[in-house]
């Protein structure tokens, strides 16, 4: 159970709102369950009309300011380039560690291997692998300028294909006021590009199938997140078919107005 101390904690690392779901899934915990420890920290936590929520105060008293003096500067951007740096290097790390297979003499798969060793789950390790391949994939474009400064920004660029990640990028670089975007920035600029994409590769008519003797068959287009998630909730039920799966939940929502 995700102890409500780790919810206070991330949600304490956002400026602004985040949503429940885009928390749940940072925290790789149940979304209900999140929403109850959201619930459960009262008035130190609100939350918007969009089931978005932020803490309202700051948790740890702040000092009084007080100026640096050029050496703390330069050892204080030197450390912060290291902090940014850091999930560069660890994805960089287990690219190599997976394509070398360097896990072979204790472990049968790297899956196995980097939950053991690090602590990391499948997707965890993947996300970071990733964002090191997206920034390579950016410091190719010569007009960024930004780089990616957190794991969960590249997860977004990380969802268009090589050709479309860069102007993701550097609109969302614009976005944010041409300074490094927050990972809620890029997610709103990815999905926009990715239902153009979507809408663009779209037959313009639905597409029937009529076998005679048989009923109509009725393909249906969605992108592969959804299909993935689809296909997830078909075998978590035992459905023998995606259609079974959908017309399930269809019925189940049917249950509930009534």
């Given at each position: 159970m995700i102890s409500i101390d780790l919810v206070?904690?991330?949600?304490?690392?956002?400026?602004?709102?985040?949503?429940?779901?885009?928390?749940?899934m940072v925290l790789e915990a149940n979304t209900s369950e999140v929403r109850q420890r959201l619930n459960e920290l009262g008035n130190r936590v609100q939350s918007n009309e969009q089931d978005e929520w932020r803490t309202t105060g700051n948790l740890v008293h702040r000092l009084e300011l007080s100026p640096l003096s050029a050496l703390e500067i330069e050892e204080r951007d030197k450390l912060e380039n290291t902090v940014q740096q850091a999930f560069l290097l660890a994805g960089q790390s287990l690219k190599t560690l997976r394509e070398k297979r360097l896990y072979r003499e204790t472990h049968s798969t790297f899956e196995s291997y980097v939950k053991d060793r690090f602590g990391y789950t499948k997707r965890a390790a993947y996300y970071l692998?990733?964002?090191h391949e997206v920034v390579n994939n950016l410091k190719s474009e010569p007009l960024v300028h930004f780089l990616p400064t957190s794991e969960r920004q590249c997860r977004e660029v990380a969802k268009l294909p090589l050709e479309q990640q860069s102007q993701a990028w550097l609109a969302s670089v614009e976005k944010a006021g041409n300074k490094v975007?927050?990972?809620?920035?890029?997610?709103?600029?990815v999905n926009a590009i990715r239902?153009?994409?979507e809408m663009e590769s779209k037959p313009s008519t639905e597409k029937i199938v009529?076998?005679?003797?048989?009923?109509?068959?009725?393909l249906i287009y969605s992108d592969k997140e959804t299909y993935e998630m689809l296909?997830?909730?078909?075998?978590?039920i035992g459905a023998a078919t995606k259609n079974g799966a959908i017309r399930r939940l269809l019925d189940g929502e049917r249950l509930q107005k009534h």
């Open positions: 206070r904690d991330e949600l304490s690392r956002y400026n602004g709102y985040i949503s429940v779901v885009e928390l749940a692998i990733d964002a975007p927050s990972a809620r920035i890029v997610k709103e600029v239902g153009k994409l009529r076998t005679s003797g048989m009923e109509t068959e009725y296909e997830a909730y078909r075998l978590k």
